[in-house]
């Protein structure tokens, strides 16, 4: 496990025991993202996923940066 899943596994089980409500917002927030179907890189998707996670942050109270990136896509024909 690298540090950084490490990292988040433990502040959210610690997340979780601390709020009783914890697990009930997140599984909201999974079910929310799942509901927008396909988010793939560019599509309208993955930019309904990236404002609905932007919005839910400032509305925790965070400061939100949004910052454009290039991306090139492929599709793989055979393995």
């Known amino acids: 496990?690298?540090?950084?899943?490490?990292?988040?596994?433990?502040?959210?089980?610690?997340?979780?025991?601390?709020?009783?409500?914890?697990?009930?917002?997140?599984?909201t927030h999974v079910r929310q993202l799942a509901a927008l179907g396909n988010r793939v890189a560019g599509s309208?998707?993955?930019?309904?996923?990236?404002?609905?996670?932007?919005?839910q942050m400032e509305k925790a109270g965070l400061r939100v940066a949004v910052e454009p990136f290039e991306f090139q896509s492929f599709a793989l024909e055979s393995a």
């Open 44 to 55: 309208e998707g993955e930019s309904k996923a990236a404002r609905y996670i932007r919005e």
């Open 1 to 27: 496990m690298t540090f950084l899943a490490a990292f988040l596994a433990t502040n959210l089980l610690a997340a979780g025991a601390l709020d009783p409500d914890f697990k009930d917002r997140a599984l």
